[in-house]
């Protein structure tokens, strides 16, 4: 199974769609727990659906089980938290939300994991890919 990874900040959309177009990506699945911030521009819920379908011909679908929670969020981003800590925290979410189990693996097909964070070092996109690569094998990560 190959499943892609991309963050919108710090991109423009050209070269956003750009990626997902390039790498045949056929469903973008949105795994922020928000994503109708004003803050998000071009990637807001209901823009990105629309945009997606109209520039691509991608599907789009918003998958909050694979979001952290607004506590580990803010503990984080707000507060200044530790990457170890956060880490560890949604690891542990994870977990306890057994997405291994309540998440079907046809959902990731070919899908491409969308947040918010440029790149996939510090974000959850990547330990969520991660996480799941560990539970069921066979999974091919690109980060785009």
Known sequence: MR???????????EGFFGRLQNAGVKKVLDVRLNNVSQLAGFAKKEDL?????????IDYAHEPRLAPTQEMLDAYK????????????FLALM?????????????????????SEDKPTQCHRRLVVEYLQQKWGGIEVAHL
């Open 3 to 13: 499943v892609f990874t991309i963050g919108f900040t710090k991109s423009s959309a």
């Open 49 to 57: 659906r629309y945009f997606l379908k109209a520039i691509g011909g």
């Open 78 to 89: 707000k507060a200044g938290g530790d990457w170890s800590d956060y880490e560890k925290r």
């Open 95 to 115: 977990a306890e939300r057994r997405v291994e189990q309540t998440v079907p693996r046809s959902v990731l097909e070919g899908a491409c994991l969308l947040c």
